[in-house]
């Protein structure tokens, strides 16, 4: 079983950054694969950002490319996203999962999800 807790979200204007965390526990995290997904009102859940047991990346380039930077420590079984240049398009509630294995873009493909945080970036 695996908890995890988002913290860092908040209102920020367009143009100011923010630090997402994610703090798992379990024994488990430096094996598994950890995803940041997004989930703006009335839209669908988006995938962000990835990053495998390896501190391999993946982003999703169309929405987040040279902005947002993603990042773990093992030893504080903590995941991050630094989200730069924010834009008002950012808003969302923003959700971190984990699953063992690759980096999956889709959503269903991950076993343990936080309960969100809202990010909201004023223009």
């Known amino acids: 079983q695996v908890q995890l807790v988002e913290s860092g979200g908040g209102l920020v204007q367009a143009g100011g950054s923010l630090r997402l965390s994610c703090a798992a526990s379990?024994?488990?995290?430096?094996?598994?694969?950890m995803g940041w997904f997004r989930q703006a009102p009335g839209k669908e859940r988006e995938f962000v950002a990835g990053i495998d047991w390896t501190s391999r990346t993946t982003y999703n380039e169309d929405s987040v490319k040279g902005r947002f930077t993603i990042s773990r420590d093992n030893a504080k079984t903590t995941v991050y996203l630094q989200m730069n240049s924010l834009k008002p398009e950012d808003t969302a509630v923003y959700s971190c999962?984990?699953?063992?294995?690759?980096?999956?873009?889709?959503?269903?493909?991950?076993?343990?999800w936080g309960q969100g945080t809202q990010v909201t970036v004023s223009s």
């Open positions: 999962a984990a699953r063992f294995g690759m980096v999956k873009t889709e959503s269903d493909e991950y076993d343990y």
């Open positions: 379990g024994r488990t995290f430096s094996s598994r694969t």
